[in-house]
């Protein structure tokens, strides 16, 4: 499954701004912030950047079904994996 540049815009769009997230994370941490609002945020950076990954993932089934390979051509045991690895 090879990802094009132009089907993943969005998703390459939501992991910039969970790093940008992230660097405000560390950035408070730096400055002393409160452990609640830290792991608050570091939640929010968490759960984008596993939104993004099943996004892949989904954006991989789509391209193979809209090959017209159907399911036949996934490989639903690679495809399970890498799925899995995001939980």
Not at 28 to 52: D, F, I
């Amino acid at each position: 499954m090879d990802l094009e540049p132009d089907d993943i815009k969005a998703i390459i769009l939501r992991m910039k701004r969970a790093h940008g997230h992230l660097a405000s994370v560390i950035r408070m941490m730096e400055e002393g912030s409160s452990c609640e609002t830290v792991l608050t945020q570091l939640a929010a950076v968490n759960k984008a950047l596993s939104r993004s990954g099943y996004a892949i993932v989904a954006t991989g089934l789509q391209q193979c079904l809209e090959a017209g390979d159907g399911l036949d051509g996934v490989d639903i045991k690679k495809m399970e994996k890498l799925f899995l690895a995001l939980a």
